[in-house]
């Protein structure tokens, strides 16, 4: 029996579905989005649309058709058009799931079949993850055969998109159903999830930049630091000539130190309290920018981590040589640049710090807000009178 | 065998601040028709909701169809038809009647087969393929009673069944009743239409203010009220003062009421009038309707003069 009415709810949703166009529409959609990224090439003279060359200052020299394709699939294909667009659109498709479902008149029925309210709330929650789980396949199988074809590729690994942007999907999907139950609105529901995921946007933005400032000042840090040792080994060896042709040291034997000097090497290097001033500044200013940096890590490890979620599969996509690659060299970086955000050791070393968060903490505490939020939806379904 | 519904105490209060049901006690029989009633508010939808699991009882003792009320599982042996309900509208008559039968727990095999004959029984089966939303107010009533019906259940609860059907489709819907119950299967009514009732159920129970006031068959519940009623032409208290010595004979209005069932004992009566000159108009054995009973029930918490009482009207009884 449960078999049977688990059939029934999810051939029941997917006619709903099915009415509303939309799944259609997403779908076909989703199609386009993969045409059109086949449509794209990478050879000798650049970046090609069909037969037109676009003008980006990439070739197939600098990164491989197969990096080309995984980058517009992870920037694009999954960065833009999945954790966006297709998930507004499937969002927007199953607003309505439950404010329909617990709507007098709609509801009585079902609740008066044989079958517990926690197992009719999880099927019909199921359902709506299934709608997007059923785009992820079409979305990833067409991708999958793109990077094979024209990258030259067969990249298994990107099938992981389904269970990952499925997961992503369903932080803010358990949000919406919440939100469903409590307002018993589809459009108060929508809005108020949308405007919770600008939140998580929010925050996810503010962290990226905490992160990078932190990291810009660490290396302020250690180059103020390697500017004073070197400093000192300058100095040093200064002394060491001196001493060698037999000059008085200053602040050595009845030799005076010249003033506002501390020691014999700030006497033989002028530079060297000015670069101890510097890394002290630097030294000072890391404990601010980690205070905002810490409290903002906090308010994450409690809420869905939607971006880190969808990093994850870049991450298995694109290997830490391959993002070195598509980051370009740092080592000819402008000094007005060094030790700033824009630093491009400071975006690598951010890149580095959020990349390596553990997979338990993007995902273990963002299905733990997930599974407490659905705790909050079971316990108003099952108790609440209709 | 136990009742289909035997349920006591059923209490219900909302919030802690409504008390919709104090303490309901009520008991259907198995293969009969049983029609709740009641004004607006007094506790009959909460009370088959209940039963229904839709709403969580304060209180609730008893069975339905032998198993405590909340048992999940009896629900499989039990169809509902709700009041005001809102099918799918992207489903056709025949998708609601084998979705509903699916979430029921109907073998697949049972539902198709069925699906067809329930649409035919109410007079559905030529628009089985074409969308709810095509529907009138009446086709959707009637196809809610299908889908109510898939799974062949021993027990059928319908909340204003009747509601938005015209004439000729009420009448459809009592024969349909009546061939549930001629079929073995108990029916429980919630309605407003008591005329309805009246012409398709075995017994009522009459809520008022969360509580049943009466309940019983018909037979049972006029028979309190049953009489005789002499017409005459003549004035009041002359007929008061002649039929004086008669126990329980009442005047009012130029008619003499005799309470009982025995025509023999209006004959007195008749000879009395007829004696003094008093022309008898007409003789008829009255019993009351179930909208009388109805009303006396919902007059008696009103308060004499309230509403629309027998009791509350003038009444001059026959003195010695």
């Known amino acids: ?386 | 065998m136990t009742a289909a519904i035997d349920v006591q105490q059923v209490e219900k209060m909302y919030r802690g601040k409504i008390h919709a049901l104090r303490g309901v006690d009520m008991r259907v029989e198995r293969g009969e028709v049983f029609g709740l009633l009641g004004p607006n508010g007094a506790g009959k939808s909460t009370l088959v909701k209940i039963l229904m699991t839709v709403i969580s009882p304060t209180k609730c003792q008893g069975t339905m169809l032998g198993k405590p009320i909340g048992h999940k599982a009896t629900l499989a042996n039990v169809g509902y038809l709700p009041e005001h309900h809102r099918f799918p509208e992207y489903l056709t008559g025949a998708q609601i009647v084998d979705y509903f039968g699916a979430l029921a727990g109907t073998p697949r095999a049972e539902r198709k087969r069925r699906i067809g004959e329930m649409l035919d029984l109410v007079g559905m089966g030529r628009w089985a393929d074409t969308k709810i939303k095509q529907y009138s107010k009446g086709m959707r009533q009637r196809v809610g009673i299908a889908q109510a019906m898939i799974n062949d259940p021993d027990l059928i609860l319908m909340d204003e069944p009747t509601d938005g059907v015209d004439p000729v489709g009420r009448k459809d819907i009592r024969d349909v009743v009546r061939t549930i119950r001629d079929r073995g299967k108990t029916v429980l009514i919630n309605s407003h239409l008591l005329s309805e009732l009246e012409m398709v159920c075995d017994r009522v129970a009459i809520m008022v203010q969360g509580e049943v006031r009466q309940q019983g068959s018909l037979d049972d519940l006029t028979e309190p009220h049953r009489r005789y009623e002499v017409s005459f032409v003549g004035d009041d208290q002359s007929a008061a003062a002649l039929l004086a010595g008669m126990e329980g004979v009442s005047v009012e209005a130029g008619i003499a009421s005799i309470p009982t069932e025995d025509p023999n004992r209006i004959q007195p009566v008749i000879d009395c009038l007829r004696a003094s000159q008093i022309v008898v108009k007409g003789v008829r054995a009255y019993r009351p309707s179930l909208e009388q009973l109805f009303l006396d029930a919902v007059g008696e918490d009103s308060g004499p003069g309230a509403g629309p009482n027998k009791h509350s009207r003038m009444h001059m009884e026959a003195r010695p």
Do not use: H
């Open chain 1, 1 to 386: 029996m449960i078999l049977m009415q688990t059939g029934a709810i999810f051939l029941d949703a997917y006619r709903e579905l099915n009415a509303k166009k939309l799944f259609w529409i997403t779908m076909v959609l989703s199609a386009l989005v993969v045409l059109v990224c086949a449509m794209l090439g990478i050879n000798k003279q650049g970046i090609t649309f069909l037969w037109f060359e676009l003008p980006f200052p990439v070739n197939s020299d600098m990164i491989s058709p197969k990096l080309f394709y995984l980058t517009v699939f992870t920037s694009f294909g999954l960065g833009l058009w999945l954790t966006w667009i297709a998930t507004i659109l499937a969002l927007v498709s199953t607003a309505g799931m439950f404010p329909d479902l617990i709507a007098s008149g709609s509801i009585e029925t079902v609740l008066s079949k044989p079958m517990s309210r926690t197992r009719l709330f999880l099927t019909k929650y199921l359902t709506g993850l299934v709608f997007m789980g059923m785009q992820l396949v079409v979305f990833c199988s067409g991708f999958f055969l793109l990077l094979g074809i024209r990258g030259e590729t067969w990249q298994p690994g990107l099938f992981l998109a389904v269970p990952i942007v499925l997961a992503f999907f369903s932080f803010l999907f358990s949000v919406q159903v919440l939100l469903g139950l409590v307002t018993k609105s589809t459009i108060a529901s929508l809005l108020l999830t949308l405007l919770f995921w600008l939140g998580l946007f929010g925050l996810n933005a503010a962290d990226a930049i905490l992160v990078s400032v932190r990291a810009a000042s660490e290396i302020r840090l250690e180059d103020a630091q390697e500017s004073l040792d070197n400093q000192i080994a300058i100095a040093e060896r200064t002394v060491d000539r001196m001493r060698g042709k037999g000059e008085p040291i200053p602040g050595e034997a009845d030799e005076p130190l010249p003033e506002g000097a501390a020691n014999t090497l700030e006497a033989v290097n002028e530079r060297i309290p000015r670069r101890a001033e510097s890394l002290q500044e630097a030294q000072d200013a890391i404990p601010k920018r980690r205070v905002w940096s810490d409290r903002i890590f906090i308010a994450k490890t409690l809420l869905p981590k939607t971006g880190e979620t969808i990093a994850l599969l870049e991450r298995n996509l694109i290997s830490d040589e391959e993002l070195d690659a598509l980051m370009g060299d740092t080592t000819d970086t402008p000094e007005q640049f060094l030790g700033t955000m824009n630093d491009p050791r400071a975006q690598r070393r951010a890149q580095d710090i959020i990349r390596k968060r553990s997979i338990t903490w993007v995902l273990g505490t963002s299905l733990a807000f997930e599974a407490i939020v659905l705790g909050i939806c079971l316990m108003l379904f099952a108790r609440r009178d209709f």
